[in-house]
């Protein structure tokens, strides 16, 4: 029977491409007795949804309507309307169009009752992942499982190497997506010559 050559397509096999990497046998499923591969599974879940939380990759970017606007009664610190965070929601990037809002816990509050979207980083199933994030995570996976498994400093350098390697490609990969975005907001900027503007007007041109 031919093998079957393609990139990974599932966690298991995200799961199984780390776990060969540090020399051990590769799994069915992740119902097994064997508690490496239940720790690998473990370990792989906070792994994944720790780096979608933490980095603007932008393949997880979503952008949804804000909805309906809640009264803030009585109002907080100024602000004055609120929504709840969306559900599949990581980690919020974004309002637009540009408005002044804070996150507070699972709400974002806001001055405003105008439309409002937002931006923002979800979960993404493995069959969307870009080749190189998916080697990315495969080697970062293997450098956690690894030193409970070998005591080979030239494996774990070996695997930290392609750690090192594939998160660059991974980055810079996802960098090439769209051009770079000019800052939209400049708050020191702006504090600074609000006060100069004041009865002591040292900044003021």
Not at 27 to 35: A, C, E, L
Not at 97 to 110: H, I, K, M, Q
Not at 180 to 185: I, Y
Request: neutral net charge.
């Amino acid at each position: 029977m031919p093998i079957t050559i393609a990139s990974a397509q599932t966690d298991i096999e995200i799961i199984n491409q780390a776990i060969m990497l540090c020399g051990r046998t590769s799994i069915v499923s992740v119902q097994t007795n064997d508690k490496f591969s239940t720790d690998a599974a473990a370990f792989y879940g906070s792994l994944v949804q720790s780096e979608l939380s933490s980095n603007r990759w932008r393949f997880a970017l979503k952008y949804a309507d804000m909805g309906t606007l809640t009264t803030l009664t009585p109002e907080f610190e100024g602000w004055q309307f609120y929504w709840d965070l969306p559900g599949d929601l990581l980690m919020l990037h974004r309002i637009d169009p540009w408005v002044n809002y804070t996150v507070f816990g699972e709400r974002v509050l806001t001055t405003t009752q105008e439309g409002l979207t937002a931006i923002y980083s979800q979960s993404v199933p493995v069959s969307k992942w870009p080749e190189a994030f998916k080697m990315y995570i495969i080697y970062a996976l293997a450098d956690m499982l690894a030193i409970s498994v070998t005591t080979s400093d030239r494996l774990l350098g070996r695997i930290r190497e392609g750690l090192q390697t594939w998160q660059a490609r991974a980055l810079f990969a996802d960098g090439q997506n769209s051009p770079t975005r000019s800052l939209r907001s400049s708050p020191w900027v702006n504090a600074r010559f609000k006060w100069g503007n004041g009865s002591r007007n040292y900044w003021s041109r």
